[in-house]
């Protein structure tokens, strides 16, 4: 028979694993919006059509030179 303390040391880490995945997968999207601005830079450095979704896009408050 499996020790009290194996079980309950299982049920701990898989616990603590679900709450890992949980917060990667469910965080705020900000990482989506970065994603977007470097498309959006790659396309107009390649003079490349820009797509409606990425004309709109303002990345004024993610530029690292307005931060200093």
């Known amino acids: ?3 009290s303390i194996y079980l309950y040391s299982f049920i701990l880490i898989c616990a603590i694993c ?3 995945y949980l917060f990667l ?3 705020s999207d900000k990482h989506e919006i970065n994603n977007k601005v470097l498309l959006k830079n790659l396309l107009e450095s390649l003079d490349m059509e820009l797509p409606d ?3 709109t896009l303002d990345n004024s408050s ?3 030179q307005k931060l200093s």
């Open 1 to 3: 028979m499996i020790s």
């Open 53 to 55: 979704e990425l004309k």
């Open 18 to 20: 679900s709450i890992y």
């Open 25 to 27: 997968n469910f965080r």
């Open 62 to 64: 993610t530029d690292p």
